[in-house]
């Protein structure tokens, strides 16, 4: 049930947030970069995992309003890093493995709201928050493969640049989380 309820969480397009964020982290690479992309992937899962469990346990409670705002912020900084980088050809370590880190960490007291009305009054969470966090790791792997398919088409077989695809896919990303940041921030202003 909470497998289940992590990915679908993460693939909603009311979320889109989630979704944007894993295209950004992906941007960058191609099908052939499958292994640093679960690198990526997991890093993420790892720094919101940590988050989720200390915000659904009542350790860490930062304002909900605050991390909406943060989440988009987190998008553009990401797509804004691959719009400005040299190399076409990712390195072997690089910014975007601390960004899906400490980003992570982020996204995951994003989460915690969600994951805390689906547990209710339940005292045992361990086995609930690893299925719901694998669920959302399923998820992100279903759009990282989506993306890294999408990129393959485009550069592979239309024979659009590595770095053109890149600098599209980043700055369409960019754009739409800056507006999204704009928006929770004035929200943030309000109250």
Same mark, same amino acid.
């Given at each position: 049930m ?17 979704i944007?964020?894993i ?30 469990? $200390?915000?659904?346990t ?10 909406e ?5 987190t ?12 190399? !076409? ?5 690089? @910014?975007n493995?601390?960004? !899906? /880190?400490?980003? /992570? #960490?982020?996204?995951?007291m994003?989460?915690?709201?969600? @994951? ?12 609930p928050? $690893? !299925?719901?966090? @694998? ?6 792997? #279903?759009i990282v ?6 990129? /393959? ?5 239309t024979?659009?640049?590595?770095r ?9 990303i ?6 999204? !940041?704009?928006?929770r921030?004035?929200? $943030?202003m309000?109250?």
């Amino acid at each position: 049930m909470y497998f289940e309820m992590g990915w679908q969480h993460i693939v909603d397009w009311e979320g889109m947030d989630h979704i944007l964020f894993i295209a950004a982290l992906c941007a960058i690479y191609l099908l052939e970069d499958w292994r640093k992309v679960l690198v990526l992937v997991t890093a993420f899962t790892i720094g919101h995992s940590i988050t989720l469990a $200390l915000s659904v346990t009542n350790v860490v409670h930062i304002s909900s309003d605050l991390i909406e705002f943060l989440i988009p912020v987190t998008i553009f900084i990401t797509a804004f890093s691959n719009i400005i980088r040299k190399q !076409a050809v990712p390195g072997k370590l690089q @910014l975007n493995y601390f960004f !899906a /880190g400490f980003f /992570g #960490l982020i996204h995951g007291m994003g989460f915690s709201g969600y @994951l805390k009305s689906l547990l209710g009054a339940q005292t045992n969470i361990v086995k609930p928050l $690893l !299925a719901f966090n @694998l669920g959302l790791e399923f998820g992100q792997i #279903l759009i990282v493969t989506g993306v890294l398919l999408l990129a /393959g088409i485009i550069v592979n077989i239309t024979r659009v640049k590595r770095r053109d695809w890149n600098m599209f896919l980043s700055s369409a990303i960019f754009g739409i989380a800056f507006m999204m !940041a704009a928006e929770r921030f004035k929200e $943030l202003m309000v109250k």
